[in-house]
């Protein structure tokens, strides 16, 4: 939803607008929402999507060159599992002030933290247990990128 507000920041300015919705592919839903207008003028609306639990949270975008749309949708997520060395779980893209740094969180797992890898260690040893077989806590980290907008695409080093 897009909502214009007055110059004060709070007052509304007609109705909320729907400007994207979930399809088949999002899950249960759409959350985190990131706008931000490239200097070419293009909008990217990010948005994560599926439950934030699980591996299948995403970061995916939508384009288009009026900031109430119609926005079309990228043909593949922007940021998934899988993308880059133990990321897991991506999600809620942020765009830091300048337009070029991205910031977002992913899983902190036994593969990419080290303080969760050690005490996955310790408890394995302890138990007897496989490392993957323990009930360790739930731990989102926080991750950066830098953008590169063309068009109506973006690309992330």
Partial sequence: MLQ???????????????ILDRDRDDGPLI??????????????LFFSSNCFTTPRYDVSYAT??????????SEQ?????????DLVGPGGLDIVRGGNMILFHGH????????ERAEA????????????????????????AIATFDGRSVSLA
Avoid: C
């Avoid at 288009?64 to 949708?73: L, V």
């Avoid at 997520?77 to 060395?85: H, V, Y």
């Fill in 77 to 85: 997520p922007l940021l998934a599992t899988g993308d880059g060395p």
């Fill in 64 to 73: 288009a060159t009026d900031i109430w749309g119609p926005y079309t949708r």
């Fill in 121 to 144: 260690a310790r408890l394995s040893q302890k138990t007897g247990k496989p490392v993957k077989d323990r009930g360790l806590p739930f731990i989102r980290g926080m991750y950066k």
């Fill in 4 to 18: 214009e507000v007055n110059k004060d920041g709070i007052t509304l300015i007609g109705p909320a607008v729907e």
């Fill in 31 to 44: 959350e985190a929402p990131s706008l931000h207008r490239s200097d070419e003028g293009v909008y990217f």
């Fill in 108 to 115: 902190m797992t036994v593969k990419n933290s080290a303080t």
